[in-house]
């Protein structure tokens, strides 16, 4: 299944925003329960999010740091699948045109059948795919099928990435490349670090990758952090920040009021008052 300008969201997603920074934020599929992802994905396009990336979850997700290793190891435990995942999806899309990019690991992907799961994967309707333990030259086992099936694989760079393998990334990756702010896993962090980091190597960045938009990622937690981010990049990627306030609101009541707010803040620089 070839992908045109009409029919690839995420190619359209930043042809439409232009000069405007694109949000794309990250949820765990079935956290903080299975019943809530549908919903909460299409409330945080509704507050704000230009696009989001669908954790599946890992019992040993190398990337992530201690908070979305909660929020895997929570849906795990009430027993979310493939399946049930593809299901999410499949709900969302019913409802929303807005991109939607699976980040997960190579395990569960290759135990499902790779061939099968991008096709089903397309079929549910994600554009595209994340596997921070899929080395780009050890791609073919899964490009050749993502790229039949119209899923769009994207690779990650970090500080520590060499310009020769930041010239490979771009070369494979299709429509984005994740740079990660700063070296070790997810999570939020000051934002004094995040800037820092991203100074030191944002301009190796943009001489090396040339052919796709760069979105950055990993410890931002802040408007501020974000519209300093995404002064030297076409978006900015928010995860661990959300399922933090998840975490320590659900269940109260209003929790997801609190999560929407804190959504629109990040992009329009709001109050996080779910009341204001």
Same mark, same amino acid.
């Given at each position: 299944?070839?992908?045109?300008?009409?029919?690839?969201?995420?190619?359209? &997603?930043?042809?439409?925003?232009?000069?405007?920074?694109?949000?794309? &934020?990250?949820?765990?599929?079935?956290f903080?329960?299975?019943?809530?992802?549908?919903?909460?994905?299409?409330?945080?396009?509704? +507050?704000?999010?230009?696009?989001?990336?669908?954790?599946?979850p890992? /019992?040993?997700?190398?990337?992530?740091?201690?908070?979305?290793?909660?929020?895997?190891?929570?849906?795990?435990?009430?027993?979310?699948?493939?399946?049930?995942?593809?299901?999410?999806?499949?709900?969302?899309?019913?409802?929303?045109?807005?991109?939607?990019?699976l980040?997960?690991? *190579?395990?569960?992907? &290759?135990?499902?059948?790779?061939?099968?799961?991008?096709?089903?994967? %397309?079929?549910?309707?994600?554009?595209?795919?994340?596997?921070?333990?899929?080395?780009?030259?050890?791609?073919?086992?899964?490009?050749? +099928?993502?790229?039949? +099936?119209g899923?769009?694989?994207?690779f990650?760079?970090?500080?520590?990435?060499?310009?020769?393998?930041?010239?490979? *990334?771009?070369?494979?990756?299709?429509?984005?490349?994740?740079?990660?702010?700063?070296?070790?896993?997810?999570g939020?962090?000051?934002?004094?670090?995040?800037?820092?980091?991203?100074?030191?190597? *944002?301009g190796?960045?943009?001489?090396? *990758?040339?052919?796709?938009?760069?979105?950055?990622?990993?410890?931002?937690?802040? +408007?501020?952090?974000?519209?300093?981010? %995404?002064?030297? %990049?076409?978006?900015?990627?928010?995860?661990?920040?959300?399922?933090?306030?998840?975490?320590?609101?659900?269940?109260?009541?209003?929790?997801?009021?609190?999560?929407?707010?804190?959504?629109? /803040?990040?992009?329009?620089?709001?109050?996080?008052?779910?009341?204001?």
């Amino acid at each position: 299944m070839s992908q045109t300008a009409a029919t690839d969201r995420i190619a359209r &997603l930043f042809e439409q925003k232009g000069e405007e920074p694109v949000m794309s &934020l990250f949820l765990t599929a079935g956290f903080p329960r299975p019943e809530h992802t549908v919903e909460l994905v299409l409330g945080l396009e509704e +507050h704000g999010a230009d696009m989001v990336e669908l954790g599946m979850p890992f /019992s040993d997700p190398l990337a992530d740091g201690p908070s979305i290793q909660y929020a895997s190891n929570t849906a795990l435990e009430q027993g979310v699948t493939m399946e049930d995942i593809l299901e999410m999806v499949r709900g969302i899309r019913a409802r929303s045109e807005m991109p939607l990019v699976l980040m997960g690991y *190579i395990n569960p992907v &290759l135990r499902y059948g790779v061939e099968r799961f991008c096709r089903d994967a %397309a079929e549910a309707g994600a554009d595209g795919l994340i596997l921070p333990d899929l080395p780009p030259d050890e791609a073919d086992l899964l490009a050749g +099928h993502a790229e039949a +099936h119209g899923l769009r694989l994207i690779f990650l760079v970090a500080p520590n990435t060499s310009d020769d393998r930041m010239r490979l *990334i771009d070369e494979r990756s299709r429509g984005f490349v994740y740079c990660v702010s700063v070296t070790g896993v997810t999570g939020a962090r000051e934002g004094e670090e995040v800037a820092r980091s991203v100074q030191r190597f *944002i301009g190796r960045v943009k001489e090396n *990758i040339t052919r796709n938009p760069i979105m950055i990622g990993f410890g931002i937690r802040s +408007h501020e952090d974000a519209r300093r981010v %995404a002064s030297q %990049a076409r978006g900015f990627i928010v995860g661990s920040a959300l399922v933090d306030l998840i975490r320590e609101h659900y269940p109260e009541e209003g929790w997801k009021d609190r999560l929407f707010a804190f959504v629109r /803040s990040l992009k329009y620089g709001e109050p996080t008052d779910s009341n204001n």
